[in-house]
């Protein structure tokens, strides 16, 4: 800094009027000075006055010159502006090259209760506020320098500002520029909360974040270009573009697009790359993982979490899917719910429940649930319900079946009112109705029986309308009390008592044998007699002895009789086999027993009759021997 020499101008009217140059102790007055003084044992004294007397100076001219004498006390001059203080030598003000040996009581700033005020090209370019708590750096940041406790740094930033705006904080070209009355916002980025008047306690981090709000309250937003359209209250975005174009309140998006079409939908939680993307007035979804509920559109109450979980879904509602691709493929189906990879990942029915990989993959009827593995993965029909890897894994359209173990039903394909339960159990049905088998593969013979039930580990049913109890390798059924049929007057019709009893019974012929039970099995799964003796074959099982009757031979004697005996089942199919239904020989046997009784009470009856006329006779011969006495 140079050193400024004291002097003054001081006109005194010693020469004539047209004097040029003026001299006070000298005959030769320097030739550039209008007042020339030299003393080598004076001053030139300069009027001395307070602050208060220098501030009272009317219309001050530009170069006027005073000594003050309180605060600050040193020679001042008036710019045209403001007075300023001569800075003497020793006392130098900073540098523009960089300052050294500084100590605590030096500073940058005023010392009276103004505003520090910054200026580039003599426009300003910050102020650091002395009664309001603000700070503004940048050209046309905080303009109107008004309010309290603002901060904006930025070109332009909080430039709207007026007295009600309090507690801003702006940093960024052209952040929060609109803002008048808005309080406790938070703006960091280009253009963050551009269009915010009236909005409070919002926070905007990114470029273009929450641009278009203007009296939204108490949203969040961190990304390029976050919530740019927003108006809507209590929304988070975070990530580029998320909740984009929003007007809806109570939102949370995470992630790039997250939620990026909302218009008017609340409550909703978006958390992944493009998840809820399309989303326009939808609410109450939760949405997490790369485009999941992406294309949802008014759906309401859905739940997606994982990888493309209900991807296509746009008016569905009230759907879950936990799982990559789960429910992906879901458009316009409700109250479904699919645990797993790709679980119900077609589906296009409503209210199906899926848990497992594919399961109900491709599904397109309702009401359905599956638990496991491909259970019911390409099913069109409704009210199944498959639980177990594979099971009705072919069903189509077939209703209301229920399969349960690994590949239960797994062929069904048009077959309804079936149940399975056990390993691989009804495997054999694709068309057949109304059949239920129990045990560790319990099954049909053929694929379209109906009505048929198989009971026990590898019980086999070989005919429709037919129940099979246990394997071929049960030797004892049985229970505390025995079987009951209905029975009742009231509901039979067209009753004859022609039933056969001694004609029948006397050409019954009662054996003994042994069964062959794997023969038996293996022409119940085939239809292969593996020796066409029947009455001969060889059994290969544990011998054991039975007593009973060759069915062909009880059919041989009805037929001759006329007699339908129900107590035959006839082969119904190539894998069926004759049985015999031992209880409904008691009728035969009672009618036997009623013809013998009547017999019996007719023998008596003539012996009686025969008694009496051999005792008459007797009394005949007695008076004949007397007569001959």
């Known amino acids: 800094m140079k050193k400024l020499a004291l002097i003054s101008l001081f006109y005194v009217l010693l020469g004539g009027a047209f004097a040029q140059n003026v001299g006070i102790g000298t005959t030769t007055p320097n030739a550039s000075a209008q007042l020339d003084i030299i003393s080598t044992s004076k001053g030139l004294l300069i009027p001395r006055m307070t602050m208060t007397n220098r501030d009272a100076i009317p219309s001050p001219a530009t170069g006027l010159l005073i000594y003050q004498t309180d605060f600050t006390p040193g020679f001042y001059y008036y710019n045209g502006s403001a007075w300023t203080p001569i800075t003497p030598t020793g006392s130098a003000g900073w540098s523009l090259t960089g300052n050294s040996g500084t100590n605590s009581s030096n500073f940058l700033g005023t010392t009276d209760n103004q505003a520090l005020v910054f200026k580039v090209n003599n426009i300003r370019a910050g102020i650091l506020g002395s009664i309001n708590g603000s700070t503004f750096l940048g050209t046309g940041a905080g303009l109107s320098y008004d309010g309290v406790n603002n901060t904006g740094v930025g070109d332009h930033a909080l430039y709207s500002l007026v007295s009600q705006g309090n507690k801003n904080t702006a940093i960024g070209h052209y952040s929060l520029y609109s803002n008048t009355i808005g309080a406790y916002n938070t703006a960091s980025g280009d253009s963050a909360l551009y269009s915010n008047t009236n909005g409070i306690s919002n926070t905007a981090t990114g470029y273009n974040a929450l641009k278009s709000n203007t009296g939204g309250n108490e949203n969040t937003a961190v990304g390029a270009f976050a919530m740019y359209h927003s108006n809507g209250v209590d929304n988070t975005a975070v990530g580029f573009k998320s909740l984009y174009n929003h007007g809806g309140s109570n939102n949370i998006a995470i992630g790039t697009m997250a939620l990026y079409s909302d218009d008017g939908g609340s409550e909703n939680t978006a958390i992944g790359v493009n998840t809820l993307r399309y989303n326009t007035n939808g609410s109450f979804n939760t949405a997490t993982g790369k485009d999941a509920l992406s294309s949802n559109t008014t759906g309401v109450s859905n739940t997606a979490n994982g990888n493309q979980a209900l991807y296509l879904n746009t008016t569905g509602s009230y759907n879950t899917a936990y799982g990559v691709l789960s429910l992906k493929g879901n458009i316009t189906g409700s109250n479904n719910t699919a645990t797993g990879y790709a679980a119900l990942a077609n589906n296009a029915g409503q209210s199906n429940t899926a848990n497992g990989y594919q399961a109900l993959r491709d599904n397109t009827g309702d009401y359905n649930v599956a638990v496991g593995y491909n259970a019911l993965i390409g099913n069109t029909g409704t009210s199944n319900t498959a639980c177990g890897t594979g099971a009705l894994g072919s069903n189509g359209p077939g209703n209301n079946n229920i399969a349960v173990g690994y590949n239960a039903l797994p062929t069904n394909t048009t077959g309804s009112n079936n149940t399975a339960i056990g390993y691989n159990s009804l495997s054999q049905n694709q068309t057949g109705n109304n059949n239920t088998v129990i045990g560790y593969g319990a099954n049909t013979n053929i694929e379209n029986q109906t009505n048929s039930t198989a009971i026990g580990a590898n019980a086999t049913v070989n005919a429709s309308n037919k129940v099979r109890i246990g394997n071929t390798a049960v ?136 008694q009496k006329i051999i005792e008459e006779m007797q009394k005949e011969i007695q008076l004949l021997k007397e007569k001959i006495k």
């Open 475 to 610: 030797t004892v059924i049985e229970g505390q009390v025995a079987w009951s049929f209905p029975s009742d007057a009231r509901f039979k019709y067209n009753i004859k008592a022609d039933v056969p009893g001694l004609d029948f019974i006397k050409q019954l012929k009662p054996v003994t044998y042994y069964f062959d039970a794997d023969k038996l099995a293996n022409y119940t799964k085939t239809g292969i007699l593996a020796n066409s003796d029947a009455h001969t074959a060889s059994f290969t099982g544990t011998p054991q002895l039975h007593t009973g009757f060759l069915a062909q031979d009880v059919e041989k004697v009805a037929n001759s009789l006329g007699y339908d005996f129900d107590g035959i089942h006839k082969p119904a199919n190539d894998h069926d086999h004759y049985s015999l239904s031992y209880s409904q020989f008691i009728m035969p046997l009672v009618k036997a027993v009623q013809q013998q009784q009547k017999m019996i009470e007719e023998q008596k009856q003539t012996n009686l009759n025969q």
